[in-house]
């Protein structure tokens, strides 16, 4: 998680304004609730708070400026919207916090580095898990180191992650902590079955057997020849 103070500036919007059109213009609509106070619409910057996702994630501490009042608000990322077909954030939704004060939220588990076993590939079995901190302690993700797993079987278990034990809680009892989070699947190759393909007579084969056969009756009408 990094140290740095990470700021976005915001500005208020009325409730009823144009979404859309807040999009068209480069931001990106949002709320701001909690610590018993009423909720507020906000807009802010949507290049910025991309690159903020894609280097911090969702989990760390923000503080939102005002433009208007220039006051400066610890928040939380509650919530990211994002429209169905094309995946842009269509609304954000920030949790005030008090930053004296501990709270529970969901950390990502991600898997970081290269993979080198052959056959085998790393699987996820939870991607997320709760902890409890103060909100400037909150790890801004759970990483995996894959390139530490060199063998089939291998698993990576909640009690082998990395933290701030000191600081931060995670909400499993021990036994829970002792399941495995990620483990080293081989991968079989798929064999492909080719398909059992039955002979066909030659046409024009079934005709031969078929005059191979005496005619109905044959037999019989040589017996009556011969008697005479």
């Known amino acids: 998680m990094t140290n740095t103070k990470i700021q976005f500036h915001v500005s208020s919007r009325a409730l009823e304004e144009n ?3 807040i999009r ?4 990106t609509p949002g709320n701001v609730f909690g610590l018993s106070k009423d909720s507020v619409g906000i807009s802010l910057n949507t ?5 903020h996702l894609k280097t911090e994630g969702e989990s760390g501490l923000l503080y939102l400026v005002a433009d208007q009042t220039k006051t400066e608000v610890p928040v939380l990322i509650s919530e990211v919207q994002r429209h169905p077909v094309t995946n842009d954030i269509a609304h954000v939704s920030f949790l005030r916090v008090n930053l004296n004060e501990k709270i ?5 588990v991600k898997l970081e580095g290269v993979f080198e076993v052959k056959e085998a590939t790393v699987l996820l079995v939870k991607d997320s898990i709760e902890v ?8 801004e ?4 180191d894959i390139s530490k797993l060199t063998e089939i079987g291998q698993e990576v278990h909640v009690a082998d992650l990395e933290y701030d034990r000191s600081k931060v809680t995670i909400q499993m ?7 495995a989070i990620a483990f080293v699947q081989e991968v079989k190759e798929e064999v492909i079955e080719e398909p059992v393909v039955e002979e066909v007579p030659a046409e024009g084969a079934e005709a031969t ?3 191979a056969q005496p005619a109905e009756g044959g037999e019989a009408a040589k017996s009556e020849e011969k008697s005479e």
């Open 141 to 144: 993700a759970f990483f995996i």
């Open 104 to 108: 529970t939220k969901d950390i990502d």
């Open 209 to 211: 057997d078929a005059t």
């Open 132 to 139: 409890e901190a103060l909100p400037a302690d909150l790890p």
């Open 47 to 51: 290049r910025s708070f991309l690159q």
């Open 24 to 27: 068209r213009n480069g931001f």
């Open 19 to 21: 979404l859309a059109q």
């Open 173 to 179: 009892t021990p036994e829970e902590q002792e399941m």
